[in-house]
């Protein structure tokens, strides 16, 4: 968990990051997308994103965290045994604040942050300007529902996003419903 490269941290430093990020991953109790993980190492404003990068790395290569692939490609990050077993012997390095700060956003957020793990969509625009929206649902690693469909422009992809995430479920239903009338 040393820093390799001097780059960002001094070593102390990029451990007790490294020691955040395990915390972290065991306060959320399940893998990660690699952006949601992002997203709370750096909520608190305290971790910069390639201290934050770095430090994953270092924890995904020395197996303290695992790094798979949901079946949409999507990387998903959880905490192992081994890196149960650092963060036990080293959680004394996450300072009261600074435990207690991620302790209380993760509380204050963490069913919504798994509400969005589990349920997202998100636009693209390719190459030829066409707009796409991909809706899904995912249960641990593996979507049980993915949709892609193309939309008209930004607009109605912004839209087409905010549904989904506002209730996916009745979307479903209603997707579901014109593909399978038989009139």
Same mark, same amino acid.
């Given at each position: 968990?040393?820093?390799? *490269?001097?780059?960002?941290?001094?070593?102390?430093?990029?451990?007790?990051?490294?020691?955040?990020?395990?915390?972290?991953?065991?306060?959320?109790?399940?893998?990660?997308?690699? @952006?949601?993980?992002?997203?709370?190492?750096?909520?608190?404003?305290?971790?910069?994103?390639?201290?934050?990068?770095?430090?994953? *790395?270092?924890?995904?290569?020395?197996?303290?965290?695992?790094?798979?692939? @949901?079946?949409?490609?999507?990387?998903?990050?959880?905490?192992?045994?081994?890196?149960? @077993?650092?963060?036990? *012997?080293?959680?004394?390095?996450? *300072?009261?604040?600074?435990?207690?700060?991620?302790?209380?956003?993760? !509380?204050?957020?963490?069913?919504?942050?798994?509400? !969005?793990? !589990?349920?997202?969509?998100? /636009?693209?625009?390719?190459?030829?300007?066409?707009?796409?929206?991909?809706?899904?649902? !995912?249960?641990?690693?593996?979507?049980?529902?993915?949709?892609?469909?193309?939309?008209?422009?930004?607009?109605?992809?912004?839209?087409?996003?905010?549904? /989904?995430?506002?209730?996916?479920?009745?979307?479903?239903?209603?997707?579901?419903?014109?593909?399978? @009338?038989?009139?």
């Amino acid at each position: 968990m040393a820093n390799t *490269s001097g780059m960002f941290e001094d070593g102390s430093q990029m451990t007790a990051n490294s020691v955040l990020i395990l915390y972290v991953l065991e306060l959320m109790e399940g893998p990660l997308p690699d @952006d949601t993980l992002t997203e709370l190492i750096m909520a608190p404003g305290l971790v910069n994103y390639f201290t934050m990068c770095q430090c994953l *790395s270092a924890l995904t290569g020395g197996g303290y965290v695992v790094r798979n692939l @949901d079946s949409m490609g999507r990387a998903m990050y959880d905490i192992t045994e081994s890196g149960r @077993d650092a963060l036990s *012997s080293m959680k004394y390095m996450i *300072s009261g604040g600074l435990g207690a700060a991620y302790e209380s956003y993760i !509380r204050n957020h963490k069913d919504d942050i798994k509400k !969005r793990t !589990r349920v997202d969509a998100n /636009w693209l625009r390719d190459s030829k300007g066409n707009y796409f929206v991909h809706c899904f649902v !995912r249960e641990g690693l593996n979507a049980v529902i993915d949709v892609t469909v193309p939309v008209a422009d930004r607009e109605d992809a912004e839209t087409a996003v905010l549904n /989904w995430k506002n209730n996916a479920a009745e979307k479903y239903v209603g997707i579901l419903k014109v593909l399978l @009338d038989r009139s």
